[in-house]
């Protein structure tokens, strides 16, 4: 695995500011991320327009990541870009098809969404479209970094005992993920062993 790849920060490290966690992340060594290349890409920009209703940029993409706790790992990618897509809560049911259509198929090239990361995508997109959290795609995170990811969180409305249930669920489902077994700490990380 990529520094890339292995980065993230626990979701329960909330005390960190923005700032110190962004600063954290390895290099970009790795291809961009799908929902990011489709928005940028001249060539598939219309896809994009069409597929995404807002342009993200990197340093939001990122940022997302943080908030959420979460990595970007295949099954990370998925999550957030479903959670992303949830929270503008304007997107219908066959919109989040073709969204899960377009990360499956669309682009051979890129990292794809197998049958796993399709279902913790629309997981995502249930999550954020049953909670409370602002538009994420709208949201300007520039005057928040010297701002904790707790105080970040609260901000946009993000639930933490909501999240922190989906991730137990996610967990148990998928006992082989790397992705999802360093969602919860362990008991023993609990515990201080």
Known sequence: MSLQQEWYI?????????RAALATLPASGGEIPLMLRLQRDPDLSFLGQLVFRAG?????????HVLLGRGFLPMDQAFVLGFTIGCSKKAVMPEHRLHGEVGRHFCKTLPLF?????????????????????????FDFLPWQDKTLRELREAVGVEPDLLLAYYAVEKHRYPHSIASQRLLPS???????
């Open 56 to 64: 993200l940029t990197q340093q939001q993409h990122d940022c997302i």
């Open 10 to 18: 626990p979701f329960q490290k909330d005390g960190v500011t923005l």
């Open 114 to 138: 197998g049958e796993t990361e399709a279902t913790v995508f629309k997981e995502g997109i249930k999550l954020a479209y049953m909670s409370f959290c602002a538009p994420l795609e709208n």
């Open 187 to 193: 008991p023993a990380q609990v515990a201080g062993i």
